[in-house]
């Protein structure tokens, strides 16, 4: 159920949506003033080797590099969180309203599109929509059992890594 104000016509609410990009405009006229780049919050992100490209050339990048004994197994728990991100995506757009599915692609979209699968996880865990379409799944008690038994295997793994000072974000 969406909530509406009884008697208040919609485009009242655009004001409070225009906030968003008003927003981004100011902090980018301080970057400005500050630094002489209003994109700075973007080149910044170099350091990590990541700049704005097309989602797929993301891949490309990734799977043009070969898997080293360091890099591998980290490099397939980032593809994993990726290919997670996508399914959810897709599910999205048949389980959830629309808003929710096109808010949640936009969502992914934006680390998709970095040039780096590094640290994927630790932005998947903040879009609330892919716990949605995990609890639509998880009304059939089949995929509920084996999402519980999977994860809690995950998150065992992960936390002995960390316990053994690994990095695993």
Same mark, same amino acid.
């Given at each position: ?23 981004l ?13 209003p ?43 990726? =290919?997670?991100?996508? !399914?959810?995506? %897709? $599910? /999205?757009?048949?389980?959830? &309203? #629309? ?5 949640? @692609? *936009? ?18 865990? =903040?879009?609330?929509? !892919?716990?949605l %379409? $995990? /609890?639509?799944?998880?009304? &059939? #008690? ?5 999402? @519980? *038994? ?20």
């Amino acid at each position: 159920m969406q909530w509406r104000a009884e008697g208040r016509p919609r485009w009242l609410a655009f004001p409070a949506i225009a906030l968003i990009p008003a927003a981004l405009g100011v902090y980018m006229v301080f970057l400005q003033r500050a630094y002489g780049d209003p994109l700075k919050f973007l080149h910044v992100q170099g350091g990590w080797n990541r700049h704005l490209m097309l989602p797929w050339d993301t891949f490309t990048t990734f799977f043009s590099k070969p898997l080293t004994l360091d890099s591998g197994q980290h490099a397939m728990v980032d593809m994993g969180f990726a =290919v997670l991100a996508i !399914v959810s995506v %897709v $599910l /999205a757009w048949r389980m959830l &309203r #629309p808003s929710y599915a096109a808010f949640l @692609t *936009v969502l992914v979209l934006i680390p998709l599109s970095s040039g780096s699968l590094t640290s994927l996880g630790r932005f998947d865990l =903040v879009f609330f929509p !892919v716990v949605l %379409v $995990l /609890a639509k799944l998880g009304e &059939r #008690p089949g995929f509920d059992r084996a999402y @519980t *038994v999977a994860a809690l295997g995950i998150g065992a793994v992960f936390m002995a890594l960390f316990a053994q000072w690994y990095w695993v974000a």
